[in-house]
């Protein structure tokens, strides 16, 4: 068991971190503030081949692993927790379902642009009504003639207002009986297509989250992902790698809230002594470091088993739920090390409080999660 | 086009601490780099890739062993290809001696690609050694005509047209191929590695030529015999102690304050 990594992943940590040390750290502030879109920013990432980090070399990624993937997400979150939304949207069900269930056709007019950062994509599946539990979905997809018509509405649709294209999962509707599910890739200029208004979020505001409706929404047949009726494939086929990078993104933002706390501690002076020095700082932070180094383990153990084809969904939901669990803990004990300067927007550590507490939300919630280990260890 | 880009491997001089005993450098866990000059030479090199997909760029090192990390890190960033020279006998050369071992340098690889370079590429001078020496005197060695302090540069009707920094003035000077250019701190900033490029990068193999690749070579001008310049002494300057600021409700309070404290020191 070797737990080293290579000089492939070494020298792509390095990479990230420094980019994310000179471009992306330096701006967060201003993208949290504001919520502004930085397409300089996104031109840069896609020049270094962020988008297509897990794209096959052939469709113009670079062809890397899932636990390259997770070293690259965890750079750059650290400099801002959006980075997440920005790297997933790409490099996940919008390359990995369209590999795994698109025609030729599709896989070259939409992964290659994806990979170069000339498409943004976006995923849709939560409804107003449902959110882990899928069975109760609403938004349905009739085909007529050469095409689909989509009627329904998703919401908490990271990127929405940006995405040249949604991939989006509906109820496969057949002379009024439903029939499974179907997966349609929704092109921006489909006729029917609105993006509702952004929603004001406690973090993550540097990227949009929106719900998006289907008015009659007519999308070209040649657009369905895999088999109608099956279309719950294409969906839940990249759940694991998601999950992951879901770890990835908890374990950048702790360890940037403990490198943070680190820094601070060692400046700011109480009773003549350097925080630091207090065996309470001392103690906090090495617990914090002992369990953000176990998440880690764990969410590249995860991604590792992926890259060698186990897809176990457990593995996923342990990296998920645990790294998520292990963030938030971290933050708040990191932001106590700021005393009241941590309740400070001009301090980092303020809002990445605030980004964390999606780790154990968002891509099912951490007790979904334990829902799924609890039943593959027969607790029933 | 072929472009040739003289590259050196240096310690990060920002992370350097000097040995306070011996005055040396101390060396050890300084990370090595891609000489910052260089890495601008590098990006001009690719700025007229950009706009001339079919040019080559290749980048040659004199150095130890070890330069090839430098080099990687070019091929990472823009290279097509990438050279070490690298030889026991080249050991010790000052910059006229390594000067003339890049001369050699860029015939023997024009030798082995099977074309000429149109133009060679430096940094205007090493982050470590600050002479600005190799570049001109590599010029005078291939008897080709240079331009120093570049900016940036521009291939227009057959020529280059490059951006002199001056000390006024900058100025656009034309040069005929073949020619060589070393290159300051332009306006912008060099691009980043992809990683793609970098992960190629890291499995390139990068050909290493040494004493005997330069049988023809005159070794009374290479290694320590070849270099006429010595160093006699290094030493750390001594630290400025603190400044002191005058200061008065006017210039001229202020002036005249300055006047008499450097009176009283008799030193007007």
Known sequence: MDFRLNEDQLALQQMVRE?????????????????EFNEELWRMMADLGLFGILAPEEYGGSGMDHVAFCIAMEEIVRGSGNMY????????????????????????????????????????????????????????????G???????????????????????????????????????????????????????????RGTSLNTVFYENCIVPAENVLGEPGKGMEPATACLSEVRISCGAFAVGLAQEAIDLAIAYSKERMQFGKRISQFQNTQFVLAECQTKVDAARLLTWRAAAELDQGNGDRRLGSMAKYYAGEVCNDVVRKCLQVFGGYGYCVEYPIERIFRDAKIAEIFDGTAEIHKVIISKSMGVR | MNILVCIKQVPDTTEIRIDPETNTLIREGVPAIVNTF?????????????????????VVSMGPPNAVNALKECL?????????????????????????????????????????????????????????????????????PQVTCALECEVNNGRLEVLKEGEDVNLLIGIKFPCVITFTKPGFDPRYASIKRKMAANRAEIPVLGDDAFPDIDTAMIGLKGSPTRVKKTFVPQRMKGGLIVDGETVKDSSLKLVQILSDKKVI
């Open chain 1, 19 to 35: 980019f994310t040390d000179k471009e992306v750290r330096p701006i967060a502030a201003h993208m949290d503030e504001t919520g």
């Open chain 1, 85 to 144: 939304n920005w790297l997933v949207t790409s490099n996940g069900p919008n390359t990995g379902a369209i590999l795994l269930y698109g025609t030729e056709a599709q896989k070259k007019k939409y992964i290659p642009k994806t990979a170069s950062g000339e498409f943004r994509c976006a995923f849709a599946i939560t409804e107003p009504d449902h959110g882990s539990d899928i069975s109760g979905m609403k938004t349905t997809a009739v085909r007529e």
């Open chain 1, 146 to 204: 050469d095409h689909f018509v989509i009627n329904g509405t998703k919401t908490f649709i990271t990127m929405a207002t940006l995405a040249d294209r949604i991939l989006t999962t509906c109820k496969y509707v057949v002379d009024g009986e439903d029939k499974g599910y179907v997966t349609l890739i929704v092109d921006r200029d489909c006729p029917g297509l609105v993006i509702g208004k952004d929603e004001h979020k406690m973090g993550l």
């Open chain 2, 38 to 58: 260089d890495v601008f030479a590098l990006e001009a090199a690719a700025r007229i890739k950009d706009k001339n997909p079919d040019t080559n760029i290749v």
């Open chain 2, 76 to 144: 990472a960033i823009a290279a097509d290809k990438a050279y070490l020279i690298s030889g026991r006998k080249f050991g010790g050369s000052d910059t006229l001696a390594t000067s003339y071992i890049l001369k050699n340098a860029v015939q023997k690889i024009e030798e082995l690609e099977g074309y000429k370079f149109d133009v060679v590429f430096c940094g205007k001078q090493a982050i470590d050694g600050d002479t600005a020496q190799v570049g001109p005197e590599l010029a005078e060695h291939l008897d080709y």
